[in-house]
Each structure stands twice: as structure tokens, then as C-alpha cells.
């Protein structure tokens, strides 16, 4: 190397090592107006794309954040609910017990038989209101045709006395809470002879 090139790289004059400024400034020297304004336009356009891009991924994760809580809420709410659930008609039914055991109480002594059904009768309509206002309602079967969605026929009996299809006997009581069917009934159905 030659020692007018070392001396003059040692004052940082080598031309052929220039730092990024002044590459920017040769090329922006050497462009035309029109081709730098529209360099300028796209570097403008990807800085607004950036930033926007920069909003929707933020936006983003705020949302996914929501959504991740909300569904959470939702298992603990939907475990609340099967773990308490039942709550408000048990606590209901809680004086069924209560009229219960008094009827044994009294029970204990007595000797009339009349009153001790009278005091089952009780507790029993007592126990039917509280699950009637819970929604449950008793399936009337006796004289109804049969109806396999409400009914489970255990029993045939052949007869002619009663229409071919026709329940004849209610064996255990059914109920539906709403349009549910929580226990068919079993009924004895009547077949033609």
C-alpha cells in the first residue's frame, strides 16, 4: 500500500470507506426528485404499516386476554352451578323433614290410625307443592293410551274390557321436570285377547 493511501485512510479520507451517512447522502444526491419522493412515500407507507400492524396486535392480545377470562368465568360459574344447583329446592324441602319428624314424634303413642295417615298425607302434599313449584309434574298414566316416551310398560295383561293399547294399571308414579321425563312411569298396558 501505497503511503499516500495510508495517510490518507489514517484521516479517514479512503473513498472507498465511507459510513452509512454519507452512502444516504451520495445516493439521495445522485436521485432524481420524483424517485425520491416516491422512496419517501414507501418508507412512509411501511412505518404507518408498521404502526398499524403494531394497533392490531395489541388489539389482539387484549382480546385473546378477554376471551381467555370470560372462559374461565364460564367453567367456574358452570361448576358453581352444578355444585350448588340443587340449593334453593333443597333448602325447600329441608321443612318436609322437619314436618316429618314431628308426624313420627306424634306417632310414637298413637293409636288411632287416622291420624297417623293424616300426618303422612301432610308431609307427602307437603313434599308434592315444593316440586310442583321446582317444575316437576306427576305423568297421569291410568285409562291414558301408551305412550313409550313417558311410560315403561312392565305388564301386559289380554283383555277386552279395556281399549288395545290402554294402560289398565299405574305400578310406580312418573314425573317430567318441564318437557324432561325424569322417571317413566310403569304401568301394565291392556293387549286385545
Do not use: W
Not at 500500500?1 to 444526491?29: D, R, T, Y
Not at 418508507?43 to 388489539?59: C, M, S, W, Y
Not at 305423568?139 to 288395545?164: K, R, S, Y
Amino acid at each position: 500500500m501505497s503511503k499516500h493511501k495510508q495517510h490518507n485512510e489514517k484521516k479517514g479520507l479512503n473513498p472507498f470507506k465511507q459510513n452509512n451517512a454519507e452512502v444516504q447522502e451520495n445516493i439521495n444526491e445522485q436521485q432524481t426528485e420524483p424517485e425520491a419522493q416516491a422512496q419517501e412515500e414507501v418508507v412512509e407507507k411501511d412505518n404507518a404499516q408498521a404502526q398499524e400492524l403494531e394497533t392490531l396486535k395489541n388489539q389482539y392480545l387484549r382480546l385473546a386476554a378477554d376471551f381467555d377470562n370470560y372462559r374461565k368465568r364460564q367453567v367456574q360459574e358452570r361448576e358453581q352451578l352444578l355444585k350448588y344447583g340443587a340449593e334453593d329446592t333443597i333448602k325447600k324441602l329441608i321443612p318436609v323433614l322437619d314436618t316429618y319428624e314431628r308426624a313420627k314424634k306424634s306417632c310414637e303413642n298413637m293409636e288411632d290410625t287416622a291420624q297417623l295417615k293424616e300426618s303422612f298425607e301432610m308431609v307427602f302434599k307437603q313434599l308434592f307443592d315444593i316440586l310442583e313449584k321446582a317444575g316437576v309434574k306427576k305423568i297421569e298414566a291410568l285409562g291414558q293410551q301408551f305412550d313409550p316416551n313417558i311410560h315403561d310398560a312392565v305388564m301386559q295383561t289380554p283383555t277386552n274390557e279395556h281399549p288395545d293399547q290402554s294402560i289398565i294399571d299405574e305400578l310406580q308414579t312418573g314425573y317430567t321436570l318441564g318437557d324432561r321425563v325424569l322417571r317413566p312411569t310403569l304401568v301394565n298396558v291392556a293387549t286385545g285377547e
